[in-house]
Nanobody, 120 residues
Framework: QVQLVESGGGLVQAGGSLRLSCAAS????????MGWYRQAPGKQRELVAS???????TYADSVKGRFTISRDNSKNTVYLQMNSLKPEDTAVYYC??????????????WGQGTQVTVSS
């Protein structure tokens, strides 16, 4: 089992910045990728950014150049630095962990979500 706890959401004006944190605990040795997803009202959950255990990053086109995902292995924490925020970034942001445990791949570990609201 892996537990994910997010923090750092809130209300910010357009053009502002926020940093989200996701602290992982439990069977973290099996994790090979962590990511941030978001879900706006009436829309499907979408990938925002991900980072592998080797440090390779992936970003949605809509956030490239504005968001940065990083990790601190000493703290078992992944961050999402969000700059130049837009009202369309408003959503609940979820942390996700994917990995392999007991020889089986699994990508269904989720945090509880943190609300990000960007006002115009």
């Amino acid at each position: 089992q892996v537990q994910l706890v997010e923090s750092g959401g809130g209300l910010v004006q357009a053009g502002g910045s926020l940093r989200l944190s996701c602290a992982a605990s439990g069977s973290i040795s099996g994790i090979y990728r962590m990511g941030w997803y978001r879900q706006a009202p009436g829309k499907q959950r979408e990938l925002v950014a991900s980072i592998t255990s080797g440090g390779r990053t992936t970003y949605a086109d809509s956030v490239k150049g504005r968001f940065t995902i990083s990790r601190d292995n000493s703290k078992n924490t992944v961050y999402l630095q969000m700059n130049s925020l837009k009202p369309e970034d408003t959503a609940v942001y979820y942390c996700n962990a994917a990995g392999s445990w007991s020889g089986r791949a699994f990508d269904g570990y989720w945090g509880q979500g943190t609300q990000v609201t960007v006002s115009s």
